[in-house]
């Protein structure tokens, strides 16, 4: 009787046993499964990140502001900022409108194609002029986009920014035919429409070859014209403005 209690208890504690090992190996098996998925979703993560990069960070800090109207065309105007500080605000005066801001880096054109870009590279753009229907003040006679851009990093701190040359840029009012009209190493100062199709520009030129201060520079005056894409300069308000030179240094 004795002995067949033995059998039974021995019987009962091997099932245990058996079941106990069961359940460990099952969890193992759980557990190593476990760990191989983590480790290749982690490994995908890496990938992706790896593959999406900065400049899908660089998108992410884009914004857009509000389509504006163009007067003489059907096509809509939108600016394009730099999201980590963007900035985009409305102004008029000496008869034009347009906008201005801290940073733009893009102006974005919209019709019934769809959307485009101005630029297809980095830029600071501090000025863009175009006319408005709803500014009475504006030129009737503009027929023009005109860009005040950085595009070279002239002081090399390794960003465009507002202590970097401008250059003068010109499109039609589709946005269209990206033309340049003063870049260095001449320095923009001002310009303005005095006509159908003509901009009265004002900018620095440094000596021949050289590179001095701006205070060391030339200014100049130029007439651009739009239609003909020329830069011709205009002479009669430089002669005068050396004679008022002339004048001071007596």
Do not use: C
Not at 14 to 34: E, M, R, Y
Not at 117 to 144: C, G, H, K, M
């Amino acid at each position: 009787m004795k002995l067949s209690v033995d059998r039974a208890l021995r019987a009962i504690w091997l099932a245990i046993g058996v079941l106990l090992l069961g359940f460990l190996l099952v969890f193992a098996v759980v557990a190593v499964t476990g760990w191989i998925r983590t480790m290749g979703a982690d490994e995908a993560a890496v990938r992706v990140a790896r593959e999406s990069g900065q400049p899908r960070e660089e998108a992410r800090a884009v914004r857009v502001g509000m389509p504006d109207s163009i007067r003489g065309s059907s096509v809509m105007i939108a600016m394009v900022g730099n999201g980590r500080d963007y900035l985009v605000r409305e102004f008029a005066m000496r008869g034009y409108a347009g906008h201005k801001g801290a940073p733009m880096v893009n102006v974005m054109f919209l019709d019934d194609q769809g959307a485009r870009l101005l630029l297809d590279r980095a830029a600071y753009i501090t000025e863009v002029r175009y006319p408005r229907p709803r500014d009475p003040s504006a030129s009737t006679s503009q027929n023009w986009i005109s860009y005040q851009v950085a595009m070279e990093d002239g002081n090399g701190n390794g960003q465009l920014d507002d202590r970097d040359p401008r250059s003068l840029y010109v499109t039609d009012l589709e946005g269209r035919n990206l033309r340049p009209v003063i870049r260095p190493p001449m320095r923009l100062l001002e310009h303005q429409a005095i006509g159908p199709g003509r901009i009265l520009v004002y900018a620095l030129e440094p000596p021949q070859g050289q590179q001095v201060a701006e205070d060391r520079m030339r200014q100049r005056a130029f007439v651009y014209e739009t239609a003909t894409g020329k830069l011709l300069p205009f002479t009669a308000l430089d002669a005068a403005a050396d004679r008022a030179a002339g004048i001071l240094a007596r």
